[in-house]
Each structure stands twice: as C-alpha cells, then as structure tokens.
C-alpha cells in the first residue's frame, strides 16, 4: 500500500481565513442571505473571571494578533472546500465568490500589550461591518488568550524571584511547535531574561540562553572530559549541568576548569541544599564569579521558597510551569456583541451577562502613581484617569507601527509596579478595581427591562 503524503498543519500566511470555527462562517453566509453583512457592529474581547490565584493578567499578544487579522483571506482552495460543505448547500454561488476577495477593512481600538488589566473591562473593541466582526472572533481569541495566559503566569514567577534572573527552558513542554515562540515573546514581556528557543531569540531579538543536557556528559567516558571537551569548545559562556551523577562531584569538577566557565546549573534534588554546597566549593576553588543555575519542574512557590530561603541561586530556569501554567492552563476569554449600527445589544444568559454599547476604560491613580481602580463607560464620555483603549486599526489598516518589545517589556514593568503590593502576593488579596459608569449602567438597566416576555430573544 502506498504511502499517504504528509498531510502539513502549518497555516500558510496568505490564506488564513479559515483559520476560525465553522459556525463563524455559517453566521456569515446567513448575514448575506439575510441582507445584513454590511450592518455596523461593535464586538467587545474581555475576561470574565481571573484564574486561580491571580489578581491580575498582563495583556499580551497584540502584535501577533493584529499582524494576523490584517492577512486574514481566503485561498482558491478553501472557498472550493466550503462550497462542497454540507453546511453551506443552501447558500447562493456569489457568497463564495464574495469570500475570494474578502478582507478586513474595519477598525480595531486596543489596549497596549503589557497593561495590566482586569475581569469585565474590554481588552479589545473591533468595529465593522458585522460580517467581518463575526469572521474574526475565534482568531482573535486564539490569538490573545494564549499569550496573555503565559505573561500572567510568567508575572508571578517573576515577583517570586524577587529581583533574581529567570530565563524561559519550555519549548519541549510546550502544546504544540508553535506554543514556544508565543510563550517565549509573552515571558519576556513579563521579565524573563532569555529563552532557550532560537528561533523565538532569532525573531524576536531575545537573549538566547542554554547549557547542556545529560546526554553530553552520557556521551563521555567521565565527566571530566565531558565538562573539559564543552568549556573547550565553549569557554568562557559554558554553564555545566552537574547533577548527571553525584551533584556536589560535579560542582568540584567542573569548579576546576581553566580558564573559569560561566555557571553550573543545578537539575534535580534539593535544590537548597545543593546550592549552598555548590557555591561553597566554587568560592573555595575561587570560583566566586561562577553562576548558580537552578531549574526543575520550578514554579513561582518554589521560587519563592528558595528566595525566601536566602538559596544561593543567581539564576532559574523555568519551563513547564509557564507554558503551560499548570496552575490555570486557560482564560475564560470572550468576544461579543455588543452594539449594531450604534444601539446596543445585551447577553442576560445566567453567569454570562455581558454590558452593551462601545466602552472606554479609565484607569485612575493615587498621588503616588499606584492604582486606585478602573471606571468602564460608554465610549463618548469623559472621565478623569488615563484611557486605556487606543485605535491601532482604522478602515484595515495600522493607524500607527506597534511598539518595540522592550519598551513593552518596560510598560508591563511599570504596571505591575503601581498595582498595590497585596495585589502582587502569590497569594493575593482580592480585589474588585473595576466598576461602571453610571450612564452605562443605566443603559444597560434599560435594555433589560425592554427585554421581557418574547422580547427577551432579541438579547445576544
């Protein structure tokens, strides 16, 4: 029997469109055959409920979302694939032609990446004709969750280090090849140092960080040789991983390299223990510019058991826990509608209710410069505090180049520096910074109460 060509998952850049769930397609043919593609809409993405232990999420995934939704069409191929679905046999033949040009021309407002943001308030506003809302609901989502679950998860880690470096080892945890580079980009933004993924560093100009794995030493006769085949090639960079064997053995051999390596990295074991002998045997073999790496299935409580612990480490290595943030492996992230041609719309589903009408959101201060909570309005109103959204898309097209990654980097540090300090605790104080305008709740109030009896199916 011959074999099957490979079938590729890879999406090609050019043809993207499809890259979303099957109902948001069927809506679409359904808003043409209602004569209602082109209707302004006004969808809103927000979280409903933070995850476990968290007080907050860093937003994240912008860039890649919006890079994403401006290549969003349809290829020869795929709109022949739809033809043929079964779903779609009621359809008229010039939908599928309408879907070949396809683009989208609409206007998206946003809160910068690296903002600190809370349950309730919209994250991003999208507005367009409703076809082009609707086709990119699943894509967005897809394209923000992901990566603002990671830098919410590497934000902790981050306070748990409290000031030491932590470098991101993942890409072998990760679900799938993609996940590495958006983890990789999201833990930088938080405040990790580097990534041992190259092509994330490649891409993204982060600091590409490695040693070495057990196979090396394996592969040897004895470790000595091992460590002295890799500092040669390696000098002064090398960072051996000691613990293939007996740790603290390993830590006096590889303390015995000349010219000096750059670090050890501790594996496995107790990892206080083992560090306070380690740095004992290199300070004592003059080893005191020596690093201490330490990696292991960490996360921010075992950081933060080591910190607290005074553990000599300069440096961790955190992989599985933050791609995949273990802890709370998804956000309840959501995208719906909450205005058509500027009259708003309501979801009154139980523990699912949503707010109508565009919103801005308006973040206010003490006079020290930390956080005193959100107001989310209407978008037309006024109110003291910094707003948050900004237009990054108007008619299709970027309104303006978005922001390098460190000063991102650096905006998500800022950030988390104003929240107040029980709001940063791994265990943190619960907080409820967000609250509404009155003119928005009033019209939310309105909408409502005119949804009584049979009317109540015009919420959606």
């Known amino acids: 029997m011959p074999a099957a060509p490979f079938v590729s998952l890879w999406p090609d850049p050019e043809s993207l469109g499809t890259l979303t769930d099957l109902y948001e397609l069927t809506m679409m043919a359904g ?3 209602e004569g209602m593609a082109e209707i302004p809409a006004t969808f809103e993405l927000f979280v409903r409920n933070l995850p476990q232990n968290r007080a907050y999420l860093v937003f994240a995934g912008l860039e890649q979302a919006i890079e994403g939704l401006l290549r969003l069409r349809f290829s020869e191929e795929q709109v022949n694939w739809l033809r043929a679905h079964p779903s779609f046999s009621g359809i008229d033949d010039g939908w599928f032609d309408h879907l070949r040009s396809l683009r989208f021309a609409g206007d998206v407002w946003a809160i910068p990446e690296g903002t600190v943001a809370f349950p309730g308030e919209p994250l991003v506003r999208v507005e367009a004709p409703i076809e082009q809302a609707q086709w990119v609901e699943t ?46 980009r999201s833990a930088y933004i938080a405040g990790f140092d580097g990534t041992s993924h190259v092509e994330a560093a490649r891409r993204l100009g982060i600091p590409a960080v490695g040693t070495m794995a057990h196979s090396w030493v394996q592969s040897f006769g004895d470790e000595c040789a091992a460590f002295e085949a890799f500092s040669r090639h390696f000098g002064g960079t090398a960072t051996m991983l000691v613990d293939t064997y007996e740790t603290l053995g390993g830590v006096r051999r590889a303390a015995a390299i000349e010219p000096p390596i750059q670090g050890v990295r501790l594996d496995s074991g107790d990892l206080l223990q083992l560090s306070r002998g380690a740095r004992a045997i290199l300070d004592a073999s003059d080893r005191a510019g020596v690093r201490i790496v330490a990696s292991g299935d960490l996360d921010e409580w075992a950081i933060a058991r080591l910190v607290q612990n005074d553990a000599p480490i300069d440096v961790f290595g955190v992989g599985t826990e933050v791609i995949t943030s273990r802890d709370a492996p998804s956000i309840g992230m959501v995208y719906k509608l909450v205005a058509i041609d500027g009259e708003g719309r309501i979801k009154l589903s139980k523990d699912k209710a949503s707010v109508p ?32 959204l900004a237009q990054v898309v108007r008619d299709g097209s970027l309104v303006r180049g978005m922001p390098r990654l460190d000063v991102i980097r650096a905006h998500r540090a800022e950030q988390v520096a104003a929240l107040p300090e029980g709001m940063r ?8 910074p967000v609250s509404m305008s009155d003119a928005l709740r009033l019209e939310a109030e309105r909408l409502r109460r005119s949804l009584s009896g049979d009317d109540r199916s015009r919420a959606t």
């Open 31 to 33: 808003y043409a055959a």
């Open 139 to 184: 894509f967005l989502i897809n394209a923000i969750a992901y990566p603002t679950m990671v830098a919410s998860k590497a934000a902790r880690v981050i306070e748990a280090a409290s000031g030491r470096s932590v470098v991101e080892f993942g890409a072998r945890r990760g679900h799938g090849p993609m996940a590495p580079l958006l983890a990789a």
């Open 357 to 388: 009408l565009a919103k801005q959101v308006f973040r206010r201060r003490d006079e020290r410069g930390l956080l005193l909570g959100d107001l989310v309005a209407r978008c037309d109103e006024t109110h003291p505090g910094e707003p948050l």
């Open 425 to 432: 605790e791994l265990d943190p104080v619960p907080l409820a």
